[in-house]
C-alpha cells in the first residue's frame, strides 16, 4: 500500500529565502505526482503536476523534482512571499484504482514571515 | 472559469438530522470524489464517481451516502450524522485516466455534528 510522507510538518522561513518542501512515498510506481496548495477557506489548489517520465515541471517561481528511485519529490518556491503563506500537499494517483483516487502526504505548513 | 462549487460552506448540525452537501463542477468531467480531511487522518476518499448512475465506496464510505443522476452534479447524503462525522469535506472532479489529468478541488465545506 502506497505511503506517502511529507516532513517537516512546518515550516517558517523570513520573507525572500527559498522554500524547499519535501514528500516521499514508498511505491515508486507512480503514474504521476501532484503538488496542491491549502489555504484556510478556500479548498485545495493544484500547482503542479508532474509526469512519471519527467525530473521536474516549473511554473514561475515553482519547481518541483521528482526521483522515482528513490520515491522523492521536491517542491521549491523561489523568493518567497507572505503570500506563500498556506498548507503544501502532495499526491500521487493509487495505481489501478478506479475513480482517479488519490493517496495525499500530510502536508507541510507553511509561514513566511515579512 | 472552470470550478468545483460546494454548499454549504459551513455548517452546524445535531446528531441524527439529515442534511446534504452539494457538489457542481462546469468541466464536464466524468470522474468526481469526496474526500474528508481529519487532523493526523490526512486526506480520505469517501465515494466515487466515474460518470452518471456509476458510483463506488472509497475507503470510508460509512455514513454518507451518495448519487450521480446528472453529470455536474454529486451531492454527498449523511442520512443520520453523528460527531465522529465532523470534519472538513471536499468534492473534487477529473477527466478518466490518472496518467495526466489534474484533479480539481471544490472550496471545502467545514461540518460541526454536535
Known amino acids: 500500500k502506497q505511503e506517502v510522507t511529507q516532513i517537516p510538518a512546518a515550516l517558517s522561513v523570513p520573507e525572500g529565502e527559498n522554500l524547499v518542501l519535501n514528500c516521499s512515498f514508498t511505491d515508486s510506481a507512480i503514474y504521476n505526482l501532484q503538488w496542491f496548495r491549502q489555504d484556510p477557506g478556500k479548498g485545495l489548489t493544484s500547482l503542479l503536476l508532474i509526469q512519471s517520465s519527467q525530473r521536474e515541471q516549473t511554473s514561475g517561481r515553482l519547481n518541483a523534482s521528482l526521483d522515482k528511485s528513490s520515491g522523492r519529490s521536491t517542491l521549491y518556491i523561489a523568493a518567497s512571499q507572505p503570500g506563500d503563506s498556506a498548507t503544501y500537499l502532495c499526491a500521487v494517483p493509487v495505481i489501478k484504482a478506479a475513480g482517479n483516487k488519490l493517496t495525499f502526504g500530510g502536508g507541510t505548513r507553511v509561514l513566511v514571515k515579512p | 472559469e472552470a470550478q468545483v462549487t460546494q454548499n454549504p460552506r459551513y455548517l452546524i448540525t445535531v446528531t441524527g438530522k439529515k442534511l446534504t452537501v452539494t457538489c457542481s463542477q462546469n468541466m464536464n468531467h466524468e470522474y468526481m470524489s469526496w474526500y474528508r480531511q481529519d487532523p493526523g487522518l490526512g486526506l480520505r476518499q469517501i465515494y466515487y464517481s466515474m460518470n452518471v448512475e456509476v458510483t463506488d465506496k472509497g475507503d470510508v464510505p460509512e455514513g454518507y451516502k451518495v448519487s450521480r443522476k446528472e453529470k455536474r452534479n454529486f451531492p454527498l447524503i449523511l442520512e443520520s450524522p453523528s460527531p465522529n462525522q465532523t470534519s472538513l469535506y471536499f468534492c473534487?472532479?477529473?477527466?478518466?485516466?490518472?496518467?495526466?489529468?489534474?484533479?480539481?478541488f471544490g472550496p471545502g465545506t467545514r461540518l460541526l455534528v454536535l
Open positions: 473534487a472532479s477529473s477527466f478518466p485516466g490518472q496518467i495526466q489529468e489534474t484533479q480539481y
